[in-house]
């Protein structure tokens, strides 16, 4: 069982950024690669980013990339979420997930675990 706590989120201008943390309970954070989705108001949950288990192999989607990096320091059980030059459209709650797999996922699907969410607001 893991237990995901995500925080880091708020309200930022179009331009600014913000670090979205996520911390994991248990012993066995290292054995999943993790994730990160984002669900705006009257949308389907999608992905974001993800990350391998020892921090190898990183994915992002199309409409992050370039702007967003996610991390992981298995010593501190944590995935972060370093998010620049957000846009208006990047508003939603973003939550984090966790798949006992060694490769991440960019389905919903495919992960096991996951937090509450964090409510990220970019105002024009």
């Known amino acids: 069982q893991v237990q995901l706590v995500e925080s880091g989120g708020g309200l930022v201008q179009a331009g600014g950024s913000l670090r979205l943390s996520c911390a994991a309970s248990g012993r066995t954070f290292s054995m999943y690669a993790m994730g990160w989705f984002c669900q705006a108001p009257g949308k389907e949950r999608e992905f974001v980013a993800a990350?391998?288990?020892?921090?190898?192999?990183?994915y992002y989607s199309d409409s992050v990339k370039g702007r967003f990096t996610i991390s992981r320091d298995n010593a501190k059980n944590t995935v972060y979420l370093q998010m620049n030059s957000l846009k208006p459209e990047d508003t939603a709650v973003y939550y984090c997930?966790?798949?006992?797999?060694?490769?991440?996922?960019?389905?919903?699907?495919?992960?096991?675990?996951w937090g509450q969410g964090t409510q990220v607001t970019v105002s024009s």
């Open positions: 997930a966790a798949d006992f797999a060694t490769s991440p996922g960019r389905h919903m699907l495919e992960y096991d675990y």
């Open positions: 990350i391998g288990r020892n921090g190898g192999g990183t």
